[in-house]
């Protein structure tokens, strides 16, 4: 355990019952009438402005040429203009009764507001790389889950679907892998909480998300930031009337993308020369092949059984959002309630998410404010029978449910070994419950002009509940079986934070300062019980694991705690030269006594070029800033009493007597200290032509030394490895975002957002490394870990392959008979051509796993009342191993199973891509990830577009009569196309088989938003 002592020590908050409480009355003082025109950039007058008096609920909204009156009251003085894809603008009245202003696009607002942990930040005054997403983005394709609906959107940043099934989840990593054995995944922060994922988020709770990329920007986070950080802001209240707003989609899924499988004739012509294969190339009767009297008569007929489509059927999709905000200047409230459901395309497959929030901010005074925020998400994830596609894909399409001989119902085929699908896909369920809690609550406390004091706890509780049940008629238990299995596990993790904040901020003609101090407590415990049984006599699922045999239990229990202190200063200096300095000292439990504290410290540097007097006359350059930074982060990825070892169950000793001992499981590392990321960013910011043009290019060299892994010991010791600092990785790329208004005219605007990110990732050192030289020539001058795949040099994740060059023809025999092989079978490369492949020396580097280039491009379009938006995204340079191949392509390739269609070799079609089946050689496949050969992998590479989205907001006038502020209806198509090299279901899946994930999806969604 740790010595740290976490005790709550916030700051004496108490004394705050000794301010005055000062407030002011207002006093009527007539009104007066505001008329004015709202213009774009281009001189073009903007409809639909919203004009709000601030501080009241007077609000009217601009007609089709930009104009507006509005009656103001004598003791309101500033009126604020606001839309959609504008930036939002405040505009002093003074003593005009005249207002004309212009409002930029979003995309070159640069006075939004950045979090950038522990505060705020103008995007303008930024001085590392930070990248921000808005609610308008996250729900424009009517993705349930915000990563998913950030695929694309951010440069750096690569987001990969993990699962298909419904509730599946998300990973997520930026600039590359930094870690060869720990998770590379960002810290994901909620409204201040720290959280595992964002999976129980309702996208439209999301008011903007901000992802911190660069070191200089996520040392703020200290040992939790190594990775980047993603801070998540909901949507909190506001002032003036209460908005009460209705958001709803419901659509239909169907399967696309789905692999070509052999047709019926074509998977009887296969199983034919799988047979001849192994009769010296001759072919044998029809009833020799098909044994099975059901059906050898399919065949005969002609007549096949779709078994993909007799499982699966088209699936609803649904969401409900009902949010309430507003108040007044001293009580902002906000509300909302989500329903989501998702039905599978595989019963019983479903995933249902309820979500409940509560944001209230209080404000005593200028002096004193409280307030806090509660999220509450109810999941239910149910993934049925895992099984189930796999075994419908492998079933021959000449294998029906019942018997075309006598109609009886199949169980087992006795062909192949297969179980009906349709019999087992109703009786097992793999089921998982969970309910997660995010709470935060705050007392703030502005002492003096400039200086703010905020203590503020955040607990963070998930508690899960998995389920498995498994009838005695599933392909586990196989009808066989006394009764069914069950098991139930029950996890708990509780994760709160303690942060004690004071800020200050003071400027003085060209001078401007804000300076932030932290002191930050956080534990986490995590507990889980499990339990499991067999010959269960009915079907309980698995609330009745008492009732059959136990076949199992076990808990577990792990606590730790981490204690921070940091400061960060920003100064500015006329407005043109920008410096940030920040450092955060941690001290982690898990890391070995004389190790656990360390510093990380960063600067940043920004220069605002624009604001030079040399450019002042440059009218086509609207924006121009240099921005520099060094930073240092830290991860303490080391499971809970790594460092001090554990201890193994009793074990049993025969001393004459029995005696029971315990021996270690693991040795202890005293020395186990932090990983360490040390970064440089080098970023241009820029606006073009009136701001039309905006972007910003970054350019980055990452380097993570001390890396935690296992490291190889000698055997004496009585164990193979222990986990120590080991190795280095570096990562540097270059990223791009591009945003441009293409037209802008009075009734037609045309927006587009282009990203772009480059990645080169490679191995700098390990600590224990090897002459390589000595397994293959293609290795020599190279030095790594052999065994684990690791070279110097190299990007973490490198495929180690035999090359396929073909397929040994007829007239080659003389040369396959060398190497113990005969034509029809795969041809490797013999690299140093001596006549033997070796599993070793003949292998070459085969690419890497990870894509040099991801991106995304959306463009939204609008047409008076109409919009459209379309978003892609796109990835390049990958190759892995194709599963999907592998398994009906290969392994299965012997006439056993239905077959991926390929073009095989037969003597009368010398294929040189597939070999003859049933005659596929030693090289068939290696079974391995990284180490196999050449034609299990494949690129890669797709262009997917994500949503195709049309929409119709009604008129304003129309709708003021019936008490609506915004009413709008729309189609999505998501998933509409998708363009890859890649013959599996899921390029971005390629090495998860379908008994783990599932087919990709086309969805259609038809929604209305209402705003009252």
């Known amino acids: 355990m740790s010595k740290i002592d976490n005790k709550i020590t916030g700051l004496p908050l108490c004394l705050i019952v000794l301010l005055l409480f000062i407030t002011g009355n207002g006093f009527a003082q007539g009104t007066k009438t505001v008329t004015g025109t709202v213009k774009g950039a281009g001189g073009e007058p903007l409809s639909g402005i919203n004009v709000t008096v601030k501080g009241t609920n007077t609000v009217t909204t601009t007609d089709a040429g930009g104009k507006f009156t509005i009656a103001v009251p004598g003791n309101k003085n500033v009126l604020v203009f606001s839309a959609i894809g504008y930036g939002t603008k405040e505009q002093t009245i003074g003593n005009s009764k005249t207002i004309n202003i212009t409002l930029v696009t979003e995309a070159s607002n640069l006075n939004d507001v950045v979090v950038v942990g522990y505060g705020t930040k103008k995007k303008s005054d930024l001085t590392g790389a930070i990248a921000s997403v808005s609610n308008e983005t996250l729900v424009r394709g009517g993705n349930n889950n915000s990563m998913g609906a950030m695929q694309g959107a951010v440069a750096g940043v690569n987001i ?83 908005k009460i707003s209705y958001d709803n989609y419901v659509g239909m899924r169907q399967y696309t993308n789905v692999p070509k499988m052999m047709t019926g004739d074509e998977y009887v012509q296969l199983a034919r020369e799988a047979r001849r294969a192994t009769n010296n190339n001759v072919y044998v009767p029809d009833d020799q092949i098909f044994t099975d009297p059901s059906e050898l008569k399919a065949v005969q007929d002609h007549n096949y059984y779709d078994w993909i489509d007799a499982i699966s059927s088209k699936a609803l999709q649904t969401n409900h959002t009902v949010s309430a905000a507003g108040g007044t200047d001293d009580a902002k409230y906000a509300l909302s309630g989500g329903y989501y459901y998702e039905d599978g395309m595989l019963k019983p497959q479903e995933y249902t998410r309820y979500n409940l929030r509560a944001v209230l901010d209080l404000k005593a005074n200028e002096v004193l404010g409280f307030g806090g925020s509660v999220y509450f998400t109810h999941s239910i994830r149910e993934t049925g029978n895992s099984d189930l596609l796999q075994d419908a894909f492998r079933m021959r399409p000449t294998q029906f449910p019942n018997s075309l001989v006598d109609g009886t119902s199949q169980w087992k085929y006795p062909s192949n070994g297969l179980f009906n699908p349709l019999i087992t896909q109703n009786n097992e369920f793999n089921n998982t419950k969970g309910n997660t809690f995010l709470g935060n609550v705050y007392l703030r406390l502005t002492p003096v002009n400039g200086l703010e004091l905020r203590s503020s706890f955040s607990p963070y509780v998930e508690n899960y509940q998995v389920g498995q049940y498994r009838g005695v008629y599933t392909k586990a238990l196989q009808g066989t079986a006394a009764g069914a299995t069950s098991s139930l596990q029950k996890y708990t993790n509780t994760n709160w934070v303690l942060d004690n904040i004071a800020t200050y901020k003071w400027a003085r003609g060209i001078h401007n300062l804000d300076a932030t101090a932290v002191y930050s407590l956080q534990k986490t415990q995590y507990e889980n019980v499990q339990a499991a049984s067999k010959d269960l006599t009915f079907n309980s699922l698995y609330y009745n694991i008492q009732g059959g045999t136990p076949t199992g239990q076990s808990s577990a229990y792990t606590q730790t705690n981490l204690t921070s202190c940091l400061g960060r200063i920003n100064y500015t200096l006329m407005n043109k030269y920008l410096f940030t300095v920040s450092a955060r000292y941690d001290g982690s439990s898990r890391l070995a006594e004389g190790h656990k504290w360390a510093m990380f410290p960063s600067a940043a540097v920004g220069w605002k070029i624009r604001e030079e007097n040399f450019l002042k006359d440059v009218k086509w350059l609207s924006d121009l800033k240099l921005r520099m930074s060094y930073g240092q982060t830290g991860n303490d990825a080391v499971k809970p009493y790594q460092t001090n070892g554990s201890i193994s169950a009793p074990q049993y000793y025969s001393f004459g007597s029995d005696v029971i001992g315990n021996v270690p499981n693991n040795l202890r590392n005293d020395a186990l200290s932090w990983e360490t990321t040390k970064e440089y960013n080098l970023g241009v910011d820029f606006g073009l032509l009136n701001n039309r043009i905006t972007g910003s290019v970054e350019l980055y060299n990452r380097l993570t030394t001390n890396l935690i892994m296992s490291k190889l010991v000698p055997v004496t010791l009585g164990y193979t490895s222990i986990t120590a600092n080991v190795g280095s990785v570096r990562n540097k790329g270059v990223e791009l975002t591009l945003n441009t208004v293409n037209v802008q005219t009075e009734h037609f605007r045309w927006n587009s957002t282009f990203t772009l990110a480059y990645n080169k990732n490679a191995i700098v050192d390990l600590a224990y490394k090897e002459d390589l030289g000595k397994y293959s020539n293609q290795l020599a001058g190279m030095t790594g870990d052999y065994a684990n795949g690791w070279f110097i040099g190299q990007p973490i994740r490198v495929n180690w392959d035999l090359m396929t060059i073909g397929v040994w023809q007829l007239g080659q025999e003389a040369e396959a008979a060398q190497y113990g092989q005969k034509p029809g079978q795969f041809r490797v490369k013999d690299s140093d051509k001596d006549g033997v492949i070796n599993n070793e020396k003949d292998r070459y580097l085969d690419g890497k796993r990870t894509p040099d280039y991801i991106g995304g491009f959306t463009n939204t379009f609008q047409y008076k009342n109409f919009d459209f938006a379309v978003h892609v995204y796109f990835r390049t340079g990958a190759r892995e191993r194709n599963q999907f191949y592998v398994s009906w392509a290969l392994e299965n390739n012997n006439g056993n199973f239905n077959n991926l269609k390929k073009d095989y070799w037969t003597p009368e079609n010398p294929s040189n891509t597939m070999a003859q089946p049933s005659n596929m050689g030693p090289y068939r496949d290696q079974n391995s990830i990284s180490k196999t050969v050449s034609h299990e992998m494949q690129s890669t590479d797709f262009v997917k577009a994500a949503y195709a989205t049309l929409g119709y907001t009604f008129n304003k006038k129309l709708l003021d009569r019936l008490k609506i502020s915004r009413f709008r209806i729309y189609a999505t198509v998501q998933n509409p196309l998708i363009i890859t090299p890649f013959s599996g279901y899921d390029p971005e899946q390629a090495t998860v088989g379908p008994n783990t994930s599932d087919l990709m999806t086309r969805n259609l969604l038809l929604g209305l938003d209402i705003s009252f």
């Open 160 to 242: 990969v679907r993990s699962n298909n099934k419904p509730g599946g989840s998300y990973s997520i990593d930026m600039r590359g892998l930094s870690s060869i054995s720990s998770s590379n995944t960002p810290l994901i922060v909620v409204d201040g909480i720290q959280v595992t994922n964002m999976d129980m988020i309702n996208p439209n709770d999301i008011e903007k998300i901000d992802i911190l990329k660069d070191a200089s920007a996520t040392a703020i986070y200290g040992s939790r930031g190594a990775n980047g950080v993603v801070i998540v802001t909901t949507k909190r209240g506001k002032t003036g009337k209460v």
